[in-house]
């Protein structure tokens, strides 16, 4: 028997539900998810076998009119995802329908999608009625060419078995890219990273997630099995500092034991996590920031 291996893109709005079919298809959290919007900040992929075929998910940053030069690197790594892809599937939230961004994303396809495979995948379909469902799908299907469209709850799992059956079946004849165990192509401290953003980012109100980021500054492996993880979370203001901080740092505390528990469960072994707060006014404007993020600094020029 041949095998098969190719990339999939999963392009969509923020919040479309990217990342928790990519864990879902992947059967392990690989990216992180959250309620709020702009929660992916560069593409995390992730390795799912179906059969003889291994598909790898490439999670994009959701596409949205960028302003800041944050926003134009994650929009420019997220058309970029779909551009590399041998198959993309754009993700549509079923209860919002067709709104202004996803007019946007279908334009955008108009030049990407072009000599590629595109899939439409409406999601949260446990949202809405099974008519809104059709009408739906008829109209997007009128304003793109989707060669399949699938009916899909990323969250609940409907119609995801059906995605990845075709998905593994369509991609090309070829090797494996990956070693059958691997399950993510991202380091082990950007992952952890992500981990301790994903806590703030659950923690925090809503303007605050956007302007902060986190860094693994040290990773030791100690004798005793477990390992000693140094983070820095990088904040723009004082007052934000206190905010992540929380009164007698129950908020910082709070995370940290959230992070490392998920981080011990992952790696399967005891890890000792310390969390810093920096002020650090400009690091939207500082290009180490967003290599150690995964996004290039020069996609963000205006
Ligand atoms: N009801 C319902 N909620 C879902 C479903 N799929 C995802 N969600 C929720 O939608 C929210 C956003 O999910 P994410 O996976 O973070 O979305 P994303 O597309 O990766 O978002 P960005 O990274 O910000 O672009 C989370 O609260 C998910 O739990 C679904 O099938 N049904
Ligand atoms: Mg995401």
């Known amino acids: 028997m041949s095998t098969r291996a190719g990339f999939v893109a999963l392009i969509g709005e923020p919040n479309a539900g990217k990342s928790t079919l990519t864990n879902r298809m992947v059967g392990a959290k690989v990216s992180i998810v959250t309620h709020k919007v702009q929660t992916t900040r560069a593409r995390i992929r992730g390795v799912a076998l179906e059969g003889e075929s291994q598909i790898v998910f490439v999670d994009t940053p959701g596409l949205f009119r960028p302003r800041r030069r944050l926003d134009r690197a994650m929009v420019a790594a997220a058309w970029g995802g779909a551009a590399d892809a041998d198959i993309i599937v754009l993700m549509v939230e079923a209860h919002r329908g067709i709104t202004d961004g996803v007019e946007t994303i279908l334009e955008g396809l108009e030049e990407i999608g072009q000599g590629r495979r595109v899939a439409l995948a409406i999601n949260k379909i446990d949202k809405v009625k099974s008519e809104v469902l059709l009408a739906l799908s008829e109209e997007l299907n009128k304003r793109y060419s989707f060669e399949r469209t699938f009916m899909i709850s990323a969250e609940k799992g409907h119609g995801a078995k ?141």
């Open 162 to 302: 059906d995605l990845k059956e075709w998905l593994a079946a369509e991609l090309p004849e070829g090797p494996w890219l990956y070693p059958e165990d691997q399950i993510a192509d991202l380091p082990m401290r950007m992952i952890a990273a992500e981990m301790t953003r994903e806590k703030l980012t659950l923690r925090l109100h809503q303007e605050l997630p956007y302007q902060l980021t986190v860094e693994t500054e040290a990773w030791e492996e100690r004798k005793d099995g477990s390992a000693r993880v140094d983070q820095m979370i990088y904040v723009m203001r004082d007052g934000h500092k206190g905010i992540v901080l929380g009164k007698k740092g129950e908020t910082i505390k709070a995370v940290s034991k959230a992070a490392r528990e998920e981080l011990e469960e992952f790696l399967g072994r005891r890890v000792h996590l310390f969390l810093q707060v920096k002020v650090r006014p400009n690091w939207l404007e500082e290009s180490e920031r967003y290599s150690e993020m995964g996004l290039d600094f020069k996609d963000g020029n205006a």
